[in-house]
T-cell receptor, first 113, second 113 residues
Framework: DAMVIQNPRYQVTQFGKPVTLSCSQTLNHNVMYWYQQKSSQAPKLLFHYYDKDFNNEADTPDNFQSRRPNTSFCFLDIRSPGLGDAAMYLC????????????FGPGTRLTVL | KQEVTQIPAALSVPEGENLVLNCSFTDSAIYNLQWFRQDPGKGLTSLLLIQSSQREQTSGRLNASLDKSSGRSTLYIAASQPGDSATYLCAQHRTSGTYKYIFGTGTRLKVLA
């Protein structure tokens, strides 16, 4: 049973063309995260939500935006993708307590042409 | 700056060997430490979560330990198999009042048949 679902699994976009990545969860977790991961690198946190409380990382470019319309869904919007934004984008959830696990989705591989 | 380091970056072993992967963190304030497995092009799969009050956790052939005083965690894999080949990542959940995790860069493991 899928718990954290990401769509699409593969996304190809053109330089400068806006793109939206989707994440949904069936765990009813309070916290949702978006990470960017480039080849052979650690996942880099872009932002996270605790419920509707949005937390942006200081070094996340303004080109990246996020929306969380309800508990189950979270979206990553890339307003003007550049070649350097090609990466795996990972969504994760956490119940929100001190000792809880993070659960990850399968990721969306973004290619920018 | 808090950092999480994993050594070695890559490891190649013959099937059947017992092996240890290392994770070091500079910030001793910790809620928990989580170990993940990542297969090429895929998301992260949670393996073990160690709470700050625990010393170790076990799941099948995997055993993870945590030593807060020295800022270290180890993942022990017994009787390694080719199917264990993957990248292993550790992530520290800090006590700073956030829900953020700091990831290590991972150890890329190859188990040879």
């Amino acid at each position: 049973d899928a718990m954290v679902i990401q769509n699409p699994r593969y996304q190809v976009t053109q330089f400068g063309k806006p793109v939206t990545l989707s994440c949904s969860q069936t765990l009813n977790h309070n916290v949702m995260y978006w990470y960017q991961q480039k080849s052979s690198q650690a996942p880099k946190l872009l932002f996270h939500y605790y419920d509707k409380d949005f937390n942006n990382e200081a070094d996340t470019p303004d080109n990246f935006q996020s929306r969380r319309p309800n508990t189950s869904f979270c979206f990553l919007d890339i307003r003007s993708p550049g070649l350097g934004d090609a990466a795996m984008y990972l969504c994760a959830t956490n119940q929100g307590g001190r000792h809880n696990e993070q659960f990850f989705g399968p990721g969306t591989r973004l290619t920018v042409l | 700056k808090q950092e999480v380091t994993q050594i070695p970056a890559a490891l190649s072993v013959p099937e059947g060997e017992n092996l240890v992967l290392n994770c070091s963190f500079t910030d001793s304030a910790i809620y928990n430490l989580q170990w993940f497995r990542q297969d090429p092009g895929k998301g992260l799969t949670s393996l073990l979560l160690i709470q700050s009050s625990q010393r170790e956790q076990t799941s099948g052939r995997l055993n993870a330990s945590l030593d807060k005083s020295s800022g270290r965690s180890t993942l022990y894999i017994a009787a390694s198999q080719p199917g264990d080949s993957a990248t292993y990542l550790c992530a520290q959940h800090r006590t700073s009042g956030t829900y953020k995790y700091i990831f290590g860069t991972g150890t890329r493991l190859k188990v040879l048949a």
